[in-house]
DNA sequence: ATAAACCCCGTTCTTAAGTACAGGGTCAAT
DNA sequence: ATTGACCCTGTACTTAAGAACGGGGTTTAT
């Protein structure tokens, strides 16, 4: 069986040493078998656990959320709805953060607008408009974030 | 001159004490004039800075760039023209935001397509993908986040 | 047999925007 | 004159995801 040192493994999964000693601290990543030296010996199953680590979290899953991913991929009791449902929960969730930030932009290109960008910034209609509570500036509390 | 106490600000501008503390130490909002106590004396212009700040926050600045605006606002030989830019800047980064995010639903949309969500987690179309580096489910690295 | 390049462990530091807490003064009313 | 509701200060804690550090062992090559 093949098997790496911890700095091989990082290089190969594309992290560093440390970013492993967190997994483990965290119960991402069972801590390997170690020579009499102590020196982790990592296996292919364990790149492999930590590619899936980074794939996930490069869909904007946190490291919790991943934990909860890999518990249901470790026991076989789960089932793919569990999956399917975190996912969509994930998607629900991405929609909202979306709709926010279009919801500013919208405003912030509003106010964008409406300055020439001419003059000292007394001239300003973008702080004007910031400095004061009027309805007509799209100003309304952008509620939870 | 009317005059608040800090709770009375604070409720006034839908922050908490702590808040305005933070503010302060924060170099946000000048520390007001004080009772003979030491109990700050809060102006309708402290008031009016507050609100500002939080309606800079709602639409998404941080108060480092908050505190850059402010500084714009404070010293009138700044221009207009460098609160467009600022305004403009996180525009754009907003942009980028945005684009990240839709391309992360857009996978996980497809992944979900994929999954019927029916059987165990060893069935599940979802995990078999983030389980492999092919390139035809859109998993390629989601660079910078 | 010693230097370079690894490895280990435990602990502290980082950012953002506060929140919480400990310990103590003050003000108004009873 | 004492209670309750304020106020002050300074310090530590929070979340997320590691990064950095200090101090020390090991392996490999020279």
Redesign the pocket.
Known sequence: MVQF????LAKKAG?????L??YHKEALLAEPQK??????QYTEADLQRVLFIKRC?GLGF???EIKELLALKDDTTHTAGEVKTLTQEKIALLNQKIAVLEEIKTTLTSLVKNCDGKGGVSDCNILKALSTNEEHNHLGETSSC
Chains 1, 2 share one sequence.
């Open positions: 040192q911890s700095s091989e992290v560093t040493v440390e970013t000693r967190y020579t009499d030296a102590g020196y982790r979290q946190t490291l919790k």
